[in-house]
């Protein structure tokens, strides 16, 4: 059984950090591209992050290029997202995704953590 659980979220001050971190389990975790999504409140789900299933490439969306880094540690199946500078309108459900980086269909999702940005 595939399992994609998230931790690490909680409630920050606007410009501090936050790491979250993703474990994901039931599959072969080095054959899998692994990505962050993150939804606001009446908001459509957006990609933050992206990491190839070696490490060796990452992809940032332009709203948090320069304050967040994505890696992961294929040893420990886990990927993490270090959030710095942190703003409110950071403020969303962080969803984890593993993608199969050869095999289409093999795609699964985590249920979300949530960051809240706010003084």
């Known amino acids: 059984q595939v399992q994609v659980v998230e931790s690490g979220g909680g409630l920050v001050q606007p410009g501090g950090s936050l790491r979250l971190s993703c474990v994901a389990s039931g599959i072969t975790f080095s054959n899998y591209a692994m990505n962050w999504y993150r939804q606001a409140p009446g908001k459509e789900r957006e990609l933050v992050a992206a990491?190839?299933?070696?490490?060796?490439?990452?992809n940032y969306g332009d709203s948090v290029k320069g304050r967040f880094a994505m890696s992961r540690d294929n040893a420990l199946n886990t990927v993490y997202l270090q959030m710095n500078s942190l703003k409110p309108e950071d403020t969303a459900v962080y969803y984890c995704?593993?993608?199969?980086?050869?095999?289409?269909?093999?795609?699964?999702w985590g249920r979300g953590t949530q960051v809240t940005v706010s003084s």
């Open positions: 990491i190839s299933w070696a490490g060796g490439n990452t």
């Open positions: 995704n593993a993608v199969h980086r050869m095999v289409k269909g093999f795609n699964y």
